[in-house]
């Protein structure tokens, strides 16, 4: 078992940046890949971005390659999403979430584990 838990959320103009942080406890955090989601008022949950076990490998959907960066510290429990350029079609909940694969999957379904969420919401 592996607890979740988000935090960085906030309310931030158009161009703007926030960093989301992730903390987790229970099982090693090392051995899950890791990942961000986010959802939209009306829309479904979808992937962001995703990180290999140790770092090495990272992975973006297309709407925010280049403006958002992941990252993990395996020493801290914790892994983070800096969010640079900030649009309003950027407003979501977002969500971690660890898989127990060693490869990097983008399918909701394959992800074991959530936080709870926090929101984000980017004013024009």
């Known amino acids: 078992q592996v607890q979740l838990v988000e935090s960085g959320g906030g309310l931030v103009q158009a161009g703007g940046s926030l960093r989301l942080s992730c903390a987790g406890s229970g099982r090693t955090f090392s051995n899950y890949v890791l990942g961000w989601f986010r959802q939209a008022p009306g829309n479904e949950r979808e992937f962001v971005a995703a990180?290999?076990?140790?770092?090495?490998?990272?992975y973006y959907a297309d709407s925010v390659k280049g403006r958002f960066t992941i990252s993990r510290d395996n020493a801290k429990n914790t892994v983070y999403l800096q969010m640079n350029s900030l649009k309003p079609e950027d407003t979501a909940v977002y969500y971690c979430a660890a898989n127990r694969d060693v490869v990097i999957t983008t399918a909701l379904a394959t992800y074991d584990y959530w936080g709870q969420g926090t929101q984000v919401t980017v004013s024009s």
């Open positions: 990180i290999t076990l140790s770092g090495g490998s990272t």
